[in-house]
């Protein structure tokens, strides 16, 4: 079946250190899923902080990115200097179709120390 | 701008008895709408999407039903929950192929 795997939290760096926290899927359902990265707030809701719908492209947002391999299955997520507001739960996600089906994975929980 | 709101926040309930969780969508017509669940230290499950009103899609069973009375409402329930229901409910709606999510319920079964 189709899922995501990615880097087991907490991870924690220090401030403008620069971070990647792995993704890999596994989509058995559709040749070319959307792939997304959510994140949380500490209080806040799930929102969504990029998308990539097309392989080889890359998504950014808010100094994150994270490009869409569909050689290695990968979409990592990137930054290259982390402040301490990026904490958060960061969580990859697999779109399955046109129901809107996601699959999503474990989370990764970032702290970023001052 | 949409609006999505869930109640009740936070639920603590005895095993066996009813429940009844809801989610409604302000701004925005005819949307997408979808329940997921989350365990504690587990991944977030879609349980539910809804086309259109008065019709939902089962993703996952887990003994839980869900409705949609309203274009704008959609409702999560059981008439007996299990200590296995305990986690985070999330509503959430669609526009393309982006999801907006509520801010969530906590429930905890004894």
């Known amino acids: 079946g189709d899922s995501v795997t990615q880097t087991e939290g907490p991870v924690t760096v220090s401030e403008s250190e620069s971070l990647i926290i792995n993704c890999t899927y596994s989509a058995t359902s559709i040749a070319y899923p959307n792939l997304f990265w959510y994140v949380r707030y500490p209080g806040e809701g799930l929102q969504l902080l990029l998308k990539v719908i097309t392989a080889g492209q890359k998504g950014s947002s808010r100094g994150f990115e994270a490009t869409y391999n569909k050689e290695t299955t990968s979409f990592h997520l990137q930054k290259a200097s982390v402040q301490e507001s990026d904490s958060a739960v960061y969580y990859c996600?697999?779109?399955?179709?046109?129901?809107?089906?996601?699959?999503f994975g474990l989370g990764t929980t970032l702290q970023v120390q001052p | 701008a949409q609006t999505i709101h869930q109640w009740p926040v936070a639920e603590i309930k005895a095993v066996g008895s009813p429940l009844s969780l809801g989610c409604t969508i302000k701004?925005?017509?005819?949307?997408?709408l979808y329940w997921y669940w989350q365990a504690t230290g587990g991944t977030l499950q879609q349980l539910f999407y809804?086309?259109?009103?008065?019709?939902v899609e089962s993703v996952v069973q887990l003994n839980l039903s869900a409705s949609r009375p309203k274009d704008d409402q959609f409702i999560l329930s059981t008439e007996k929950l299990l200590l296995s229901h305990s986690g985070f409910y999330l509503c959430?709606?669609?526009?393309?192929?982006?999801?907006?999510f509520g801010p969530g319920t906590r429930l905890t079964v004894l």
């Open positions: 996600a697999l779109g399955t179709g046109n129901t809107g089906k996601l699959i």
């Open positions: 809804s086309i259109t009103v008065g019709q």
């Open positions: 701004g925005k017509s005819s949307p997408n």
């Open positions: 959430a709606w669609s526009r393309g192929e982006e999801q907006y």
